[in-house]
């Protein structure tokens, strides 16, 4: 393969001939609305690939997507710039990638048995734009959907076809032009017809008013700040509306700062979103105001940049999301009011509805509160949320060496299985010297939580975490317990993953992959956003799971480059060139059309 890869006003150049001697280049462009190309461009490794699996009598194969940035300056010499005195001269020695190279998605061979097993067998690049920070993609993939992938510094999100993989092609994308009322898209949810939700957390393009469709106007202080939207997408990332995330009056002013401040205070920064089309809602849970995560090495001025709350919307009309409530999280035993961003309630990353008809909860989790919150419905005028499990008491699940403080745990992804029979957890763990000079930190991984009992209790449901020995040890009666546990980079703290997806895919005996509501795998990413200090070992694992609920690294899903467990993104060389490192944050299981039956 040729190293130069020149399209438009972009060249990257690059040499992969030692480490990928055949590669089939493959581009697929569109037209955006600012009338420019956009592309991804497929670098496929054909020895991996040997025609098509079905073809040559080999089992169809189960991808791993894993949507990841190019490692560059601004990324590596974070710890560096923020340990100089007032200087950014020198010292910058641990700089890998100086020059930004193509952000791409990862397709990795995840069919257990094949020869190919952990295997890198395309990096699709997108371009023309750079330094993106690819964030989240969808929670799950079903058959037929689009795959929604968002840029969280270029505002922008791409719309992926899958329907021919290892091969992918680019059905649109959306520019910042297109959401003026907001920025920095984090996460999408994918209804029945084929169209998507996506939250994006920050304010809008220009500070200022901006007026919706519906009439409201909302007063925002720009680019990553606040309020955020939630943004209804088409199939081929065209944007078919915005509706405002915070409320007329605004919210609580003493639990919800700006920066610059607002007339009207506001948490309005949606992060997660799940939606329960058959009840009409969409719950979607604040984080915090982006601007003050991603333009390190500025340190937080408040605590209460990181927001307490959760909201609930009427989705009768699909393309019209109407806010219904704002709800605020309450602090819990290990509440310390001398250090409120480790309260319970702090950084409402992500939440998960219930599945099935007879269930109308949800769960949310924290991520420097290190705490999991439930409301039994969702569809209440004011969902009451509490808290029903503390992180604390997995941690010595994980790892034995944890102490039992689920304080600052770092948690991101949460998720039900989709049988209503389990929570799954992945948590970094608390970085060495978060609480204390002499804080040890905690190994992060991953946990699960048996939730029958607590959703088949329905509203009356019993068990408190009150006291900070239940914080430490389970609420009891109907709260959740832990069932399995695994750590991730084990006795290095604050290295474990922020991320993670269930495998929903089966092969059955007719040789064709069926939809399954019992996840026999899981796969989890060790990165957040360099920036934040969060960076990771750049890795990605997969877990097994088992009926029961325990979870076991896979020992046989190894880079094919070190031989060691987990996939290691930071390498040299990709299918794309010699690129060097690169930052993996989220993952899908999908399957190609030709290889589902239902």
Request: glycine share 12%; hydrophobic share 35%.
């Amino acid at each position: 393969m040729a190293g130069v890869l020149a399209i438009g006003a972009v060249t990257y150049t690059g040499s992969n001939t030692s480490a990928y001697a055949d590669v089939q280049v493959v581009t697929d462009a569109k037209t955006a609305a600012d009338g420019k190309q956009y592309w991804v461009q497929n670098h496929l490794v054909t020895k991996d690939l040997a025609a098509n699996a079905r073809a040559a009598g080999g089992t169809p194969k189960k991808w791993l997507l894993v949507w990841a940035g190019d490692e560059n300056i601004a990324d590596t010499a974070v710890k560096d710039i923020k340990n100089l005195p007032g200087s950014l001269g020198g010292g910058l020695t641990k700089i890998k990638n100086a020059l930004p190279g193509p952000d791409f998605l990862a397709v990795i061979d995840a069919t257990q048995g094949s020869p190919s097993y952990g295997k890198v067998v395309n990096t699709a690049t997108v371009g023309p734009l750079v330094e993106n920070e690819p964030h989240h993609m969808q929670y799950v993939w079903h058959q037929g959907n689009t795959v929604y992938a968002g840029a969280l510094f270029a505002a922008a999100t791409y719309a992926f076809d899958v329907s021919a993989l290892p091969q992918l092609k680019l059905k649109g994308i959306s520019l910042p032009t297109q959401t003026l009322g907001g920025s920095v898209p984090d996460a999408y949810w994918v209804l029945k017809d084929g169209t998507a939700y996506g939250t994006y957390m920050g304010g809008p393009v220009v500070p200022g008013p901006y007026t919706y469709s519906d009439g409201s106007t909302q007063i925002g202080n720009g680019f990553a700040g606040s309020p955020g939207e939630v943004v209804h997408f088409d199939q081929n990332g065209q944007v078919l509306s915005q509706s405002p995330a915070a409320t007329p009056q605004g919210d609580n002013a003493k639990l919800c700062d700006d920066l610059p401040q607002l007339g009207n205070p506001t948490c309005a920064n949606p992060h997660g979103i799940q939606a329960r089309e058959d009840l009409n809602t969409l719950v979607t849970s604040d984080y915090a105001e982006p601007r003050n995560i991603i333009l390190d090495p500025v340190k937080q001025p408040s605590p209460y940049l990181r927001r307490p709350t959760i909201r609930t919307w009427d989705i009768s009309d699909r393309n019209h999301p109407k806010l219904r409530a704002v709800s605020y999280l309450q602090d819990g035993p290990r509440a310390d009011p001398a250090d409120p961003l480790h309260s319970e309630s702090r950084a409402v990353m992500e939440t998960t509805v219930t599945n099935l008809p007879g269930h109308k909860g949800a769960f949310a989790e924290t991520m420097q509160g290190g705490a999991v919150y439930y409301t039994p419905d969702i569809t209440a005028a004011a969902p009451r949320w509490r808290e029903v499990f503390d992180d604390g008491a997995a941690n010595k699940d994980i790892y034995a060496a944890n102490d039992s403080n689920g304080a600052s745990s770092n948690g991101g992804w949460i998720q039900t299985s989709p049988d209503d029979k389990y929570l799954y957890r992945a948590i970094v763990g608390r970085q060495k010297g978060t609480l204390s000079a002499d804080d040890p930190g905690t190994t992060g991984g991953v946990y699960v939580l048996d939730i029958q009992k607590l959703l088949a209790a329905g509203v009356n449901y019993k068990g408190s975490i009150d006291t900070k020995l239940k914080a430490q040890q389970g609420g009891g009666d109907d709260l959740p317990t832990v069932v399995g546990a695994a750590p991730i980079n084990a006795g290095v703290p604050g290295a474990g993953p922020h991320w993670g997806a269930y495998d929903n895919w089966d092969l059955g005996s007719d040789g064709y992959y069926h939809e399954t509501d019992q996840p026999q795998h899981l796969a989890v990413s060790n990165y957040f956003v360099a920036r934040s200090g969060l960076d990771g070992d750049h890795k990605v694992n997969l877990l097994n799971i088992g009926t029961d609920g325990n979870v076991a690294v896979d020992q046989n899903f190894r880079d094919e480059f070190t031989g060691q467990v987990g996939i290691n993104f930071n390498r040299k060389s990709w299918p794309h060139g010699d690129f060097g490192n690169a930052k993996p944050h989220s993952e899908l299981f999908v399957i190609a059309d030709a290889d589902i039956r239902k």
